[in-house]
């Protein structure tokens, strides 16, 4: 503590200055002025001082008091100016600007899409009343073949049906357009399975398809690396395993390393550190000879997956009947 | 297909656990579902023989029971089971024992009798009660002769064991038998030893031949088309007897997953299951002429199927009939009529191989499903099991002491010729893999799955074993390829491609633009099934509805012609949930009939119920209304630069009076309003819900593209008017007049204000128009407004006799 009045005055200028808020210069105002501040402490020594230099000492001192009480006074007046023309609550809610959201599967759907756009393919539609021939005869899955069971179908007429699978988008576009053929087509299929936590009579799926000149197996491998990269980020991998599809040879089912543990295995992947997401596979000859291409020039590959298990996957949702639910609780979390 | 691990053991030698097995069949394309291993879960129970049953002394629901334990001695139990009798084989558990559901088994005083332990129902086993007949399950197990007395029940009962549920795609009906599943395991073995696949691994018995018959029976078997049946076989057992099957054939039974029905049954069953061949027994005695004819049906036949219903025949079905009549649709069901019963003294097994295209189209048409049919779809071997299973029948027949013996067989077909070797190109193989393997690697890999091969230079002539009936072309012996090689060991790379921007339709743009504005405007996109109730869309007054012929429920027997019912349905959940309003939207396929024709729209409807925007400590909430919905349709088509009128017209579902027709230019787009009152109760809302449904196909025909305008860098000058005008003049109108008269330099016109009542007159309303003017190039002066707001106003007097109320500058 500056015990001069030189001292005092210098100690107590820098001080003010330095102070932030009200407080802060009620404390330096304690300090100097209270009872047992360093000015107090000043003015009771005046008694005590020589009586010749008493009477000079005792008016530098009460100068000193006078200064020291106006700089106070003058600094907390500029504080509180500077205070009051604002006093703001924030702990008071800001009003929340209404924001709509897309649905999850429009947003995998999107998300799936922009990949694919991104690889140079082309995003093909078809209808979801179709033609039995387009969705079983033209894929090489004739009447009283029993890969009719493994998609039990809604009919409308005899001969119209309501898509079980996107691949008729495939047949479509492959009538309509030579090779090369880069596409994939997205949208609502429809299969007659009860209603459960992972079957709904409804679902979304997206088909690819690419057709050229030497388009091979292991390109396939390499689109859906790309795909999954693109729609779960590049640590996960793609495995292929032998499965069936009437319109694919040889036909795949395709797994990805579990997004979930990072293939530690748990529930989701039964413990194996794979989820199968879909089927695909080389374009059976019997499809293009039926489109009407020269299979002896023309090749490629063909895949199918559903938009909800991507979801669900991606997101850890357990219950599929959940996406046509529309609860807003389940609805706003994406 | 369900099977135990101790059947496959029994078929094949091999080393795997079951979860290297599951992998190991997963990687060649066959699915173990699920795996369950079964424990002995029980501790000391022995097979026992009844030596000696009493009624017990005092407790008369009570029995004592003598048994015999072989070289452990002889005990006795009190028991309240009634299936007891002298001689019976029963599994007992002894003091210091424990029964699988947990009771510890220590002697115990019934009134004066001392019972030494207990004797066990499958329950306290904890046997598979799936694969148990009903005797098997009522009461005291018993066990079959040939049981050893004395020995521990896990020696005589197959407890320890893995059940494997087994999925196969329908290219893999080879893989459907236990005898598939250890080809398959053999494969596998041979492709880890780098040996060829060896058939003499397989332990099943394959007899080729019959044993001696005795010829004192008849039987004739014809077949009429060889394309549709290749061999038939029908093997005469007389002197049938009944009784129950050997301890022995019981347990197989049970490691087969076989639910035991009769001996017959139970045999037939065995060779499906067993070898992959479905078989059939008839009587004897009951087939016309002793004759067994394999042709198609003829016009008006019908059989009476064994499970009694009277099917008429589709002409042209494959049918195995006797001199008269079909007794049994091929492959698919045996006739009632024809069919064994208790008193069956001759029996006629049925072995054959039948057209999997006929067999399918039968058991779709008849709507029956069997087994037999499953696996005759999936193509069965039409080589080794049809020549080896009547030898393995005729074995059974003897070891169960079924019969006499075979004595006679008649069979019919000829040997299936070998199909011709097909020629693979090792270049169009590599092509299609994008691999690099050479003419030696095929042979190798083939090899492993018994199938033959010759290399001329770069090609290989390949001939298929006769249970791989899915190998018909080239693609299907290039996945043999990778099976082989694994499909994971094939190289992946990036194809190459010739460079083009992937594009979309301009449809799907829209789709994507319309929801960005409604996401943005504060809507949720719901996503709601396109199934509908008929019922409901009737009474909702829209035209009917594309009908599913094989609906799943009733709920779901139309697809929505609206998007309303959907968004109403998810409006309807989230009120029940609490929430005080629901605004959303929906874009998406609606569906129409036309006589016989479909047709699709892609929709865009927007449902507003209850609150709009929650009220914050700032600002009151905002109930949904009808100006807020015309509000939303607004700045929608605002963005997308689409012009549009919404005039009150009276539409479909919605309430007379508060409904409009939204259109741009001459193209209807859609309608907004009121949904009428009785249609939401009809779906479930009460309260007042605002609805309004465009055609995004009507619309996308009606998007201008944009260019740009110059725009006025001057100051606007505005003024703002308010006219009383009568009540039922619509504000519209007076803008249009506005429009009309206020010159090129009036940029817009906003209604400000609108309202009836208070201090104005009855049958009057006032309306306030604020305008704003602007040059492209000058500052306008104050003056010359004036003069176009008079002749606004002059215009407004005179036309709809408009009063001015203020102008403000």
């Given at each position: ?13 820098k ?13 330096a105002q ?29 008016e ?69 009343i ?25 009919y ?5 049906l ?28 429809y ?7 992972s ?64 293939s ?6 039964k ?8 089927g ?7 499809v ?47 | 297909?369900?099977v135990?691990?101790s059947?496959l ?60 334990l072989?070289?452990r ?23 210091g ?6 009771i ?43 049981a ?43 492709r ?37 049946c ?11 007897a ?11 039974l049970?490691?087969?997953c ?11 069953n ?10 059939h ?49 091929a ?5 009632l ?6 008193t ?56 169960q ?36 393997l ?8 083939f ?27 080239w ?106 309003g ?6 998406g ?40 919905l015309?509000?939303?349709?607004e ?22 009076g ?43 025909k ?34 249009a ?57 002059d ?10 109320r203020r102008?403000?500058?």
């Amino acid at each position: 503590m500056p015990s001069t009045i030189d001292e005092i005055r210098t100690a107590l200028e820098k001080r003010l200055t330095a102070a932030r808020d009200v407080q802060d210069v009620r404390n330096a105002q304690i300090e100097y002025l209270g009872k047992k501040g360093a000015v107090t402490t000043l003015l009771k020594q005046i008694s005590g001082v020589a009586e010749d230099k008493r009477r000079q000492f005792g008016e530098q001192v009460n100068a000193l008091k006078q200064w020291a009480a106006q700089a106070v006074e003058q600094r907390l007046s500029d504080l509180s100016s500077a205070e009051c023309r604002y006093d703001i609550d924030f702990s008071l809610p800001g009003q929340l600007m209404p924001t709509g959201k897309k649905h999850i599967l429009t947003q995998v759907e999107e998300e799936v899409e922009s990949v694919f756009l991104s690889m140079g393919f082309d995003i093909e539609e078809g209808p979801e009343i179709e033609q039995e021939y387009y969705n079983f005869e033209a894929l090489n899955i004739p009447a009283d073949h029993p890969a009719r069971d493994m998609q039990d179908t809604f009919y409308l007429a005899p001969g119209m049906l309501l898509r079980t699978h996107t691949s008729p988008i495939q047949v479509r576009t492959m009538k309509r357009e030579h090779p090369p053929i880069r596409m994939i087509a997205t949208g609502r299929c429809y299969r007659r399975d009860a209603v459960d936590a992972s079957h709904t009579p409804m679902f979304t799926q997206v088909e690819g398809l690419v057709i050229d000149k030497g388009i091979t197996f292991a390109d396939l491998k390499g689109v859906l690396q790309e795909f999954v990269g693109g729609v779960f980020g590049s640590s996960i991998s793609v495995k292929l395993l032998p499965s069936f599809f009437p319109f694919v040879e040889p036909g795949a089912e395709t797994a990805i390393s579990c997004p979930i543990c990072g293939s530690k295995g748990c529930p989701t992947c039964k413990n194996s550190g794979w989820i199968e997401m879909g089927g695909s596979g080389m374009v059976h000859q019997n499809v293009l000879r039926e489109v009407g291409y020269d299979t002896s020039i023309y090749q490629g590959f063909a895949f199918g997956w559903g938009i909800e298990r991507i979801a669900m996957i991606k997101y850890g949702i357990r219950d599929i009947r959940m996406f046509y639910d529309n609860d807003l609780d389940f609805l706003s979390q994406f | 297909m369900r099977v135990k691990l101790s059947a496959l053991h029994a078929a094949i030698d091999f080393s795997y656990t079951p979860e290297e097995l599951a992998a190991k069949l997963g990687d060649v394309g066959i699915e173990i579902e699920s795996m369950e291993r079964a424990e002995v879960t029980f501790r000391d129970v022995f097979v026992a023989r009844v030596v000696h049953t009493a009624p017990h002394p005092t407790y008369h629901k009570l029995q004592r029971v003598d048994l015999d334990l072989g070289p452990r001695g002889t005990t006795s139990v009190c028991t309240a089971a009634t299936n007891v009798r002298e001689g019976d084989i029963i599994p007992v558990a002894i003091p210091g024992g424990r029964t699988a559901d947990g009771i510890d088994i220590a002697t115990r005083m019934f009134g004066p009798v001392e019972s030494f332990g207990m004797l066990c129902s499958w329950k306290e086993l904890g046997l598979d009660g799936d694969i148990l007949s009903s005797e098997e399950k009522d009461g005291i197990l018993h066990l079959g002769s040939g049981a050893i007395v004395g020995s521990p029940f896990q020696e005589a009962w197959p407890v320890e064991d893995t059940a494997f549920e087994i999925s196969v795609t329908p290219d893999r009906g080879d893989a459907l038998s236990v005898l598939g599943l250890a080809r398959w395991i053999e494969v596998l073995k041979a492709r880890e030893a780098d040996q060829p696949f060896d058939m003499g691994d397989i332990k099943l018995p394959l007899p080729s031949a019959l044993p001696h018959a005795r010829n004192d029976g008849d039987l004739t078997v014809t077949i009429e088309d060889q394309s549709l049946c290749s061999s038939y076989i029908g093997l005469l057992i007389q002197d049938v007897a009944s009784g129950l099957s050997s301890h022995a054939f019981r347990t197989q039974l049970y490691q087969l997953c076989i639910r035991p029905v009769s001996r017959i049954v139970d045999m037939t069953n065995l060779c499906l299951k067993q070898y992959g061949q479905p078989t059939h027994a008839f009587d004897y005695d009951r087939l016309q002429e002793h004759r067994i004819i394999v042709r198609t049906s003829l016009p008006g036949e019908t059989i009476v199927t064994l499970d009694g219903v009277l099917r008429p025949l589709e002409p042209g079905t494959l049918v195995i009939a006797d001199a008269a009549v079909p007794v049994a649709v091929a492959g698919v069901m045996g006739g009632l009529a024809s069919g064994v019963t208790a008193t069956t003294a001759r029996v006629v097994f049925e072995i054959a191989h039948f057209d999997p295209r006929a067999v399918a189209r039968a058991s779709r048409h008849l709507g029956i499903k069997t087994d037999a049919a499953y696996l005759y779809e999936r193509g069965t071997d039409p080589g080794l099991t049809v020549s080896a299973v009547p030898g393995v029948l005729s074995a059974l027949v003897r070891e169960q002491c079924l019969g006499s013996y075979v004595s006679r067989v008649a069979s019919a077909g000829i040997p299936v010729p070998a199909r011709p070797p097909l020629s693979l190109d090792l270049d169009r193989v590599n092509g299609y893999l994008g691999s690099d393997l050479d003419a030696k690697d095929i042979q190798r890999l083939f090899g492993y799955e018994g199938i033959a091969s010759r290399v001329t230079g770069t090609t290989l002539s390949v001939t298929p074993p006769s249970f791989r009936g899915d190998l018909t072309s080239w693609p299907e012996y290039v996945e043999e390829v990778v099976r082989m090689e694994g499909y994971n060991e094939f190289p992946s790379h990036a194809p190459t491609l010739v460079l083009r921007r992937g594009s979309e339709s301009p449809l799907k743009t829209l789709c994507k633009q319309l929801r960005q504005l409604l996401v943005g405007i504060g809507l949720v996109e719901s996503r709601t099934v396109s199934f509908v109730r008929e019922d409901t869309i009737t009474a909702m007054g829209l035209p009917a509805a594309p009908l599913l012929l094989n609906p799943l429920t009733v709920d779901w027997d139309a697809l929505r012609p609206t998007m309303a019912v959907g968004l109403a349905g998810a409006a309807v959940r989230n009120l029940s949930r609490g929430r005080d309003g629901f605004a959303s939207f929906e874009i998406g396929k609606t569906f129409s009939a036309h006589d016989q024709s479909f047709d699709e729209e892609t929709k865009l409807g927007v449902l507003l119920v209850g609150k709009w925007q929650d009220a914050n400590w700032t600002t009151p909430a905002v109930s949904a209304g009808i100006f807020v919905l015309k509000g939303i349709v607004e700045s929608v088509l605002r963005d997308l630069h689409v012009p549009c009128d919404v005039v009150s017209s009276n539409c479909a579902l919605l309430e007379t009076g508060a409904s409009a027709l939204v259109s741009s230019e001459t193209t209807t787009l859609g309608t907004l309003g009121i949904l009428r009152h009785d249609v939401g109760a009809l779906l479930g809302l009460e309260r007042d819900t605002f609805y309004a449904e465009l055609s995004v196909d009507a619309l996308l025909k009606n998007i201008p593209t944009v260019s740009f305008k110059e725009f006025s860098k001057f100051p606007s000058i505005r003024r703002d008017i308010a006219v009383l005008v009568d009540e039922y003049v619509a504000a519209g109108q007076l803008q249009a007049i506005i429009a009309e008269n206020g010159g090129p330099l009036l940029k817009t016109i906003v209604v400000f204000d609108s309202f009836q009542g208070g201090s104005l007159p009855t049958g009057k309303k006032s309306v306030g128009f604020s305008m704003e003017f602007a040059s492209p190039d000058r500052t306008l002066l104050g003056e010359e407004v004036d003069v176009l707001v008079s002749s606004v106003e002059d215009a407004l007097a005179i036309r709809v006799g408009g009063i001015l109320r203020r102008t403000r500058a």
